[in-house]
């Protein structure tokens, strides 16, 4: 299936985590991707590991595919000179480098758009663009600490934890591409293009409404839950005679409903659990009681016993156990691609579907400067030119491995 944005060319000036993973959504949508990378080593995230696959980074090879590696020395006269032609060619570029560097080498927004007045220039940061801390350094975790999302993760009284999946990055790559189809319909009406700014600290304020809203509301700091939500119960993990089982009883319809499915009628009735407002009010009484029940039989027999009631449950299951899962093999959500180097590459799509169908075909994510002699050709550069910026320099480390084998 052929991409919205088929035609359009990204200019990905990115490394680590949030800005790949926004221009790989961009390439998904079917924009022609062009990945900038140093000449000597390319994105950290080609070096992030162990685990590798087949001396390739998982990291890199999850957050880079449909894009071509265009390696390139952008401090030198003859680099900035490329990135130049670039700018002058591409619909959006995007940016996550520390803040400030881009405008060092001479391309500062204000400069961006004599050279291209109708690009999008997408710049993503970690505390924002404005303010005391605008120009630090951010990742991941250190903006789950710092915006007080780490705070209420883990179980109550013991150390914070940081959610393992990177929150903060990904999301702030979507709010990222949000932002380029709602600059590209503004250029459509004005021919101009914009300029979009996104930051991990402000998507990390916007993953957190109700326990803002909660306390600007309450003046009371939210809590450690553990698996559960501070305003819903049951709902939570409860431990089984094998592991844990997830209950989500959201309303009290639901409640009932569980309760009479586990045999335990009587709690439906008690004061102390007869609505949500009781029930939260009495969390530690209505865990420890719903436990010492569930407790006594495994996983999978409480899934067969509530199974057609309507009480939304689930094992708490690893890994393997969902790749292997049906239901996760029939949405299609994993898919074989042919890669050079790993005969059994998969990728998981972006989890978008028009009619029925995911969006694009997707490509392996490209050796570092694999395209260079390509674009630079594209661009208009001479066979001599090519092959002076082509340097045997840029070729070693195009073709030399990342990682070890492993696998």
Request: charged share 25%.
């Amino acid at each position: 299936m052929d991409g919205s944005l088929q035609g359009l060319r990204v200019l990905d000036i990115t490394a680590s985590v949030a800005g790949p993973f926004a221009t790989q959504i961009l390439g998904d949508l079917g924009a022609d991707v062009i990945k900038v990378e140093r000449v000597e080593g390319g994105d950290d995230t080609r070096r992030w590991g162990p685990p590798f696959w087949r001396d390739e980074s998982p990291m890199f090879l999850s957050l880079n595919r449909n894009k071509r590696s265009l390696a390139l020395e952008l401090k030198s006269a003859a680099g900035q000179d490329v990135l130049r032609r670039l700018i002058a060619e591409s619909d959006v570029l995007v940016q996550n480098l520390r803040p400030g560097s881009l405008a060092k080498l001479g391309f500062d927004y204000a400069r961006l758009r004599e050279i291209n007045p109708r690009l999008i220039y997408c710049d993503m940061t970690g505390y924002g663009h404005t303010g005391p801390l605008r120009d630090r350094p951010a990742y991941d975790p250190l903006m789950q600490a710092f915006s007080g999302l780490m705070s209420i993760t883990g179980e109550p009284g013991r150390t914070p934890v940081r959610i393992p999946a990177s929150l903060l990055d990904q999301g702030t790559a979507m709010w990222t591409v949000i932002g380029v189809l709602d600059a590209l319909r503004v250029r459509d009406a004005t021919g101009v293009g914009s300029q979009v700014q996104t930051s991990l600290l402000q998507t990390a304020l916007m993953w957190l409404p109700a326990q803002l809203t909660g306390y600007l509301a309450s003046g009371e700091l939210p809590v450690k839950q553990g698996s559960g939500t501070q305003v819903i119960a049951p709902y939570q993990a409860f431990p089984t005679a094998d592991g844990h089982l997830v209950v989500a009883a959201g309303n009290d319809n639901l409640w009932r409903r569980l309760c009479t499915a586990i045999d335990r009628d009587e709690l439906s009735h008690d004061p102390r659990f007869v609505d949500n407002p009781s029930r939260v009010a009495n969390r530690e009484a209505l865990v420890e009681t719903l436990s010492e029940t569930l407790r006594t039989r495994t996983s999978a027999e409480w899934q067969e016993i509530l199974a057609g009631t309507g009480v939304p449950i689930t094992a708490i299951r690893t890994l393997d156990e969902v790749v292997e899962d049906e239901q996760v093999r029939a949405i299609g959500i994993l898919e074989h691609v042919e890669h050079p180097r790993i005969p059994d590459f998969t990728v998981i799509n972006t989890p978008i579907c028009r009619d029925g169908e995911y969006l694009g075909t997707p490509s392996a994510p490209p050796q570092l400067g694999e395209h260079t002699a390509e674009i630079l050709t594209e661009l208009g550069f001479s066979g001599a030119e090519v092959e002076e910026l082509v340097s045997s320099k840029a070729v070693a480390a195009a073709r030399a491995g990342s990682g070890k084998e492993t696998r």
